[in-house]
């Protein structure tokens, strides 16, 4: 049995909760912190996060990143303590004798819960006794982990960025665009379905189509002028950064 504290209230605090929560061997407490409103605690039975709580053997800060190590004050050095973030290096939580990090790479947001069976949770620890910890909190989340240094962390979330949050942003650009237009939203839905197969079936540099792909600049051109000036930087970036990549093939 292992107890843990889960600091933080936000969608991935919640459904790291939920998710130990299923587990038979472990006993888990969700707990909110000092920058959270009292409403949204109450709404969710959380208590507010203080000094002298029971000990337990571990503690987990699934707070915003510029939170990690005010919350981390909180915590007695005596006790173990991991935070969840892709950016923040582990030693900002050097003051305690045992740390860690419990990085998921997934998003997390309030409308569904995500699959995190075949997630592999990345792991980082400063010894060998909380990193059993990690381990079975790991393997309670996910049939997969892995161990990365801060660097590699860090260079694994800005990965994640432009595969996620990028891509989700020009999903919405693109639905923008339809929706000035007068356009069906599920015109591109086939487009969508298409662009996921591929991108699981071959490489995203054998993937690539697109006027940028095949040197187009009049159609390139032509898509600049039907875009407001705020998005033509970003369409004409991301072309360019297509052309440099296909320069040797056009």
Known sequence: MISVFVI????????LCSALETAVDSQVKLVGYTNQSGSKLSEINAPLFKENWPPCDL????????AIQEVSQFVPQNQAVAHTSGSVPMNVLARHEQHGVLYIP?????YRRAALEEVTVCLESNSQEIDEKLRLVAGTLSRK???INSTQRQQ????AVYMN????????KSAE???NADLDQDLLNELRAETLTNAQSTTAQEAQTGPARRGDQKTIERHLKQLKEEDQAMYLAISESIKRTYEDEL
């Open 156 to 159: 694994l979330h800005l990965a």
């Open 165 to 172: 949050n990028f891509v989700n942003h020009c999903y919405f």
């Open 8 to 15: 933080g209230t936000g969608n991935l605090g919640m459904q």
């Open 106 to 110: 997934q998003t997390f947001t309030k």
């Open 145 to 147: 982990r892995t161990h």
């Open 177 to 179: 665009i339809l929706k």
């Open 59 to 66: 503690y987990i800060i699934a707070v915003p990143d510029d």
